[in-house]
């Protein structure tokens, strides 16, 4: 069946660090790549999204970009401070499902 | 906006017993959805619902029902609970059907079924 691979699974960066998130798709049906943010007790909480049409969009600290003849897209996140620790999980979307991928969880160490 | 609320946060349950829970959203969405998340296997789709009226089966719907009270409302029946079903549950909803839109969750609801 369709998957979503993610890696790292955990990652661990000094505090002002960068961090970068990969993922890889099988569906080459999906066009919608979502990344989401779960804190501690907290449900996942969208942070950045990209659509199959473009290559890379950047909000603040956080970028996503989507290789879709790769199949691959990566979460970086710039300047990591503590509040940035948490589980974060990709997933990529065609018309009919979203497939997440497993998570990172990520620490940032001050 | 309360965005996406569940009942309850925590519950444990005998194997065999039956349970119903409840999500509501008050952001006018269309589609809802329900998710497990169990370690390591990230979210995985149980049933949603793409309209009012409407439920489809997902990824692992064995053991579950749901039923799409009104616009606002989806809830989820675990009819005779096995300790494979402990996990935790979230419910989301987003504007549109199908997947192309963003979803919000709610904060979960952690079942233990013992």
């Known amino acids: 069946g369709e998957n979503v691979e993610q890696h790292p699974s955990t990652l661990s960066v000094q505090e002002g660090d960068s961090a970068v998130i990969k993922c890889t798709y099988s569906?080459?049906?999906?066009?919608?790549f979502p990344w989401y943010k779960q804190e501690l007790g907290k449900g996942p909480q969208l942070i950045i999204d990209?659509?199959?049409?473009?290559g890379e969009k950047k909000d603040q600290r956080i970028a996503v970009t989507l290789n879709k003849t790769a199949k691959h897209f990566s979460l970086h996140i710039t300047e990591t401070q503590p509040e940035d620790s948490a589980v974060y999980f990709c997933?990529?979307?065609?018309?009919?499902?979203?497939?997440f991928g497993p998570g990172t969880s990520l620490s940032v160490i001050p | 906006n309360a965005g996406v609320t569940q009942t309850p946060k925590f519950q444990v349950l005998k194997t065999g017993q039956s349970m119903t829970l409840q999500c509501a959203q008050d952001?006018?969405?269309?589609?809802m959805y329900w998710y497990r998340q169990d370690p390591g296997m990230g979210l995985r789709l149980i049933y949603y619902s793409a309209s009012e009226g409407t439920t489809d089966k997902g990824e692992v719907p064995n053991g579950y029902n749901v039923s799409r009270l009104n616009k606002r409302e989806f809830s989820l029946r675990l009819e005779s609970a096995a300790p494979s079903q402990t996990s935790v549950y979230f419910c989301a909803s987003s504007v549109t059907s199908g997947s192309l839109s963003e979803q919000y969750f709610g904060p979960g609801t952690r079942l233990t079924v013992t």
């Open positions: 952001m006018n969405h269309n589609s």
């Open positions: 569906d080459s049906a999906s066009n919608y």
């Open positions: 997933a990529a979307s065609t018309e009919d499902k979203v497939i």
């Open positions: 990209i659509r199959s049409n473009v």
